[in-house]
């Protein structure tokens, strides 16, 4: 089984029949129908992938589970009220099902990671919010994330509602406290089990951060109540987790399936909070087939009053990540307590809010309390903000109380994507107040912060004594799909008031174009002038935003970026090169993925031929 967080495409991956005659520039064959119903690049090489089977219609579960079954497709979830079911199987073995005129796509159970984590209440004037007794009594913040302490005295018993969703497979954990992939009640989102424990740390703490900011007693709406889901699995793959034994992603069927959940639930419910995020998008991504995926589960939301608040994310980049993206999501970036954007954090006119997102000290478990930075910080402050929104307007619209929170927020202007945007900083005590519109704050432009990889979640990983940086060149192998990483974040607790915040990884600022032979002297052995850490960093953020590495190539760590920068057997080779440089080129500060793009379609094609291969790495190295 090989994890692949969000695919954003849905082009067909290519399996030509010998009699279709080879192309010599057209990387994309014709597609049959079956075909034309699978994502690209699914479980190539003969490996199985876990992958999400949409169907014509729920009452479909049961013949197409059958014939599943009869094509040795391993059906491991099928949840009766919901249009899809999730099984694992070899690209045949789906090509095959896909077949099935009941089956209308298959794509990879794609999976997404918690936003990296990094006075907050009073810049927002949630301070003048208390005095004034509104404080979101009556209504309900629902998290979505990874579980939460259930006895932490920040809560003091306003814990509303629990649930799990947590895909199982092999190597893949359940969160859930009785060890199936789903469970409701109480106790179902105990972030203090034995499976979020990983050498000593809690892996499951990021949620009690983010419901504490939300509606801790110190939080911004502390007399909401609290429904908590747990929609995270335990990931053991040190591929996955970039060397740590453990880390945590949540499977893409484990969110549709919460975000339904949410939607049946009859508690005033102001906001569900989603601090986490995958893939970036300089666009609205609606149209898209992951953005398809999202958009119906927040309109739904949307329609039952409940606005959808999630991370823009940290990767100091001009648009936001999945879901994010989704133009009817409630996208949050993140500034600091000098009224100035984080020099983490997304931004440009697909953000909503910022919200305070640096230096912020909120519950973690064991009764403790740490400090984190991130846009996962900011937004429950725009979660918890609009509890105290409709708590005190329990009648008017939440879109509605959207838009007054935009109106009064504090102007923030600044260039992104080469235009003027202009992005309100939250400011629920000048909704409540009915404040005019604010003065704004010109944003100056920022270089953005020097790479940090400090943010794991896991122990610290262990030198892996058979991933020596070998000088020689070793060409790499046509592997089979593996996960991408995980941007996680360092856990710091401890009791004091004001202990010290994780950094966040991020984008550099140098874009200097290098070619792959300067890549490859700076990655072997601490030869170059950029630090180890800093390379790990932007291995980290290709995988994020790339489709191809470590999806195919492998190349999560040092050792093997240096053999895929050095490999030049086969034309895949040669074009995984190519892409690894640009892609390095683009994590150290350089613009512009639109060939990158599509030269990684050709790559995920199962059948491109030579002459396409060689076209593409052609391409890619001209916009060296």
């Known amino acids: 089984m090989r994890f692949r967080p969000l695919i954003v495409s849905s082009i067909v991956l290519a399996l030509l029949s010998a009699s279709v005659p080879a192309f010599a520039d057209d990387p994309t064959p014709t597609p049959t129908p079956s075909q034309s119903k699978l994502e690209e690049g699914l479980a190539l090489d003969g490996d199985t992938t876990r ?21 040795s497709v391993d059906v491991l979830l099928q949840p009766q009220s919901q249009p899809f079911m999730v099984v694992e199987g070899t690209a045949e073995e789906l090509a095959r099902l896909a077949e099935d005129p009941r089956v209308t796509s298959i794509h990879r159970d794609r999976t997404y990671a918690p936003a990296e984590v990094g006075s907050n209440i009073t810049q927002i004037g949630a301070d003048k919010a208390h005095e004034k007794n509104f404080t979101g009594a009556g209504q309900n913040v629902v998290i979505l994330d ?93 591929d996955t987790c970039m060397g740590e034994s453990s880390c945590l992603l949540a499977f893409e069927s484990s969110l549709r399936l919460a975000m339904d959940y949410v939607t049946t639930l009859t508690q005033p419910i102001a906001a569900v909070n989603l601090s986490l995020g995958g893939a970036l998008s300089e666009t609205d991504c609606d149209a898209t087939e992951e953005g398809a995926v999202f958009k119906p589960k927040i309109d739904a939301l949307l329609a039952k009053g409940i606005a959808t608040v999630v991370a823009a994310g940290n990767e100091f980049f001009e648009g936001a990540s999945y879901p994010a993206c989704v133009s009817s999501a409630v996208a949050v970036g993140a500034n600091d307590g000098a009224d100035a954007i984080a020099d983490f954090s997304n931004r440009g006119s697909l953000v909503d809010f910022f919200a305070p997102g640096v230096d912020i000290q909120s519950s973690v478990p064991d009764n403790q309390m740490a400090v984190h930075s991130g846009t996962s910080m900011a937004t429950p402050h725009v979660a918890g903000a609009l509890a105290l929104m409709k708590a005190a307007s329990p009648q008017t619209p939440i879109a509605d109380l959207i838009n007054t ?21 939250l400011d629920v005590g000048a909704a409540l107040a009915g404040t005019a519109t604010q003065p704004p704050i010109s944003q100056a432009p920022t270089a953005g912060p020097d790479p940090d990889p400090t943010d794991g979640s896991g122990p610290t990983p262990q030198p892996d004594p058979t991933d020596e940086r070998d000088p020689a060149p070793v060409p790499t192998s046509s592997a089979t799909p593996v996960p991408l990483p995980t941007v996680t974040v360092t856990v710091t607790v401890t009791p004091t008031p004001a202990p010290s915040a994780a950094a966040v990884c991020t984008r550099g600022t140098a874009g200097a174009r290098m070619t792959a032979g300067k890549w490859a002297v700076e990655i072997h052995r601490s030869s170059g002038t950029i630090p180890d850490n800093t390379l790990n960093c932007y291995l980290k953020l290709i995988g994020k935003a790339s489709k191809v590495f470590p999806e195919l190539t492998k190349a999560s760590s040092l050792g093997k970026a240096y053999r895929v920068l050095k490999g030049t057997k086969t034309t895949r080779d040669k074009l995984d090169g190519a892409l690894l440089t640009a892609w390095l080129n683009w994590a150290h500060g350089t613009n512009g993925t639109t060939v990158l793009t599509a030269a990684e379609k050709v790559r995920l094609s199962g059948s491109a031929s030579k002459a396409a291969l060689k076209k593409a790495t052609k391409n890619v190295l001209r916009s060296l």
């Open 51 to 71: 992958a999400i089977v949409e169907l014509t219609d729920a009452a479909q579960h049961e013949p197409v589970a059958g014939a599943a079954a009869a094509q």
């Open 146 to 238: 990874t579980g939460i302490d259930r006895d932490h005295p920040y809560f003091a018993g306003r814990l509303a509602g629990e649930a799990c969703f947590s895909a199982v497979e092999s190597g893949v954990e359940s969160l859930c406290p009785n060890g199936q992939p789903q469970q409701t009640g109480e106790g179902a989102a105990d972030a203090t089990t034995a499976r979020c424990l990983s050498g000593g740390v809690n892996l499951c703490e990021h949620g009690t951060h983010v419901a504490g900011i939300a509606a801790g007693s110190g939080g911004v709406a502390p007399g909401a109540g609290i429904i908590a889901v747990q929609v995270f699995s335990r990931v053991n793959d040190e």
């Open 405 to 425: 929170l935009k109106t009064t927020g504090r102007p923030y202007q600044y260039e992104a994507n080469g235009a003027q945007v202009t992005t309100p900083r």
